[in-house]
Nanobody, 114 residues
Framework: QVQFVESGGGLVQPGGSLRLSCAAS????????MGWYHQAPGKQRELVAS???????NYADSVKGRFTISRDNAKNTVSLQMNSLKPEDTGVYYC????????WGQGTQVTVSS
């Protein structure tokens, strides 16, 4: 049973930072492109960052230059460093493969507000 456990969210002021982590219980983790997805209130889930097994990254224009995705294939984890946070970054963040091949985890809530 594949499972993703996201953590690290919270309440932060605009301009602040958070680091999200995802622990993945998936066999052969290293073969998958991993992604972080953002679901803003009332909107569809969208991919904001992805990383290949070899470390090639890709970002949505809305987060480029502010977010950094990384992974540790030995630990089956993927992280998202979020800097210069904006109110529009508010929402639930999920990790999954790209494209999403497995069930979604609970996600972690990020709220950017003064």
């Amino acid at each position: 049973q594949v499972q993703f456990v996201e953590s690290g969210g919270g309440l932060v002021q605009p301009g602040g930072s958070l680091r999200l982590s995802c622990a993945a219980s998936v066999s052969r983790f290293s073969i998958y492109i991993m992604g972080w997805y953002h679901q803003a209130p009332g909107k569809q889930r969208e991919l904001v960052a992805s990383i290949t097994s070899g470390g090639i990254t890709n970002y949505a224009d809305s987060v480029k230059g502010r977010f950094t995705i990384s992974r540790d294939n030995a630990k089956n984890t993927v992280s998202l460093q979020m800097n210069s946070l904006k109110p529009e970054d508010t929402g639930v963040y999920y990790c999954n493969t790209r494209p999403p091949l497995f069930s979604w985890g609970q996600g972690t809530q990020v709220t950017v507000s003064s």
